[in-house]
């Protein structure tokens, strides 16, 4: 395999929430040069509408079940829809305990230095197979084979093989990875809700049925004993006179109005 992978190297493993500005694509050599254009090589920083320059990569907070700890890690894997590998760092894999396996012929890369012309042909000889499942435990995935490589520039790099292997759509724009067949979206999970109570089982829904209709038997008794000595007797309210209430308020404006006249007549005499 003659490819060449743009990347920026970083030795150490670095699972923090902090960007990652590095070029990780594992792209296919070029035959050819680039060719540029006068007004593409403009300047465009300073324009209103322009391609952005750089844009965040993709990270997916997952988890990761090892052979030494009892739960899940917790790991910011990088999702690299350019690259034709999965890549693993090796003091990860040694921290998980995960089972190495050897290829019978070597993986072999043709890896561009940077700030030099020359190339550096890397062979790969060990992989590991993991399966990687989102923190709300709602979606998993199927095994993929990661390569051992030091180097890398996160700790895991998740490229062609395992988006093609579970079906995974990714939408730059949208800034999401879905599933097609679950529809699920690995950067945007559903928020997690609590699960519904339980149902109760037949035994139970019997006791509360009994218990049910000896509370209504003891409180119709008590009913009965309330109507029988006059307390439960219900008030017999006469329905609304509507020409009476029009009338009563008639009579409070009159009145009003003669108040304010007394008023003025106070207020002139006593002036």
């Not at 012309?117 to 709300?136: E, G, P, V």
């Not at 990661?146 to 990714?170: D, E, K, M, R, Y």
């Not at 879905?178 to 979206?185: A, G, L, V």
Request: proline fraction near 7%; aromatic fraction near 6%; charged fraction near 20%.
């Amino acid at each position: 395999m003659n490819t060449k992978a743009a990347s920026t190297t970083i030795s150490a493993v670095d699972s923090s929430d902090d960007d990652i500005a590095a070029a990780v694509a594992v792209l296919p050599q070029s035959p050819g040069g680039y060719t540029s254009d006068l007004d593409e090589d403009a300047d465009v920083s300073h324009c209103d509408v322009s391609a952005p320059i750089h844009v965040k990569h993709l990270f997916w907070n997952c988890q990761i079940h090892g052979l030494i700890n009892d739960f899940p890690v917790k790991m910011k894997v990088l999702l690299d829809n350019g690259a034709h590998l999965v890549l693993i760092h090796p003091e990860l894999v040694a921290g998980l305990g995960l089972k190495r396996y050897r290829f019978q012929v070597p993986e072999i890369i043709n890896i561009a230095l940077k700030n030099s012309d020359a190339k550096q042909k890397c062979k790969f000889f060990n992989y590991i197979k993991i399966s990687f499942t989102s923190l709300d435990s709602l979606w998993t995935s199927h095994k993929a084979k990661a390569i051992i490589a030091p180097g890398l520039c996160a700790p895991i790099i998740l490229g062609l093989p395992f988006l093609q292997h579970n079906s995974i759509v990714t939408d730059h724009a949208n800034h999401s990875c879905i599933d097609k067949k679950t529809n699920y979206d690995l950067l945007n999970p559903p928020p997690c809700l609590p699960p519904s109570p339980p149902k109760p089982c037949l035994h139970e829904q019997i006791k509360n049925t009994k218990l049910n209709k000896v509370a209504i038997a003891e409180l119709m008794l008590v009913c009965h004993d309330h109507l029988r000595s006059g307390r439960g007797v219900p008030e017999i309210i006469e329905p609304f006179n509507v020409a009476g209430a029009i009338q009563d308020h008639i009579e409070i404006l009159t009145n009003e109005d003669a108040l304010l006249k007394h008023e003025k007549k106070i207020k002139s005499e006593f002036k």
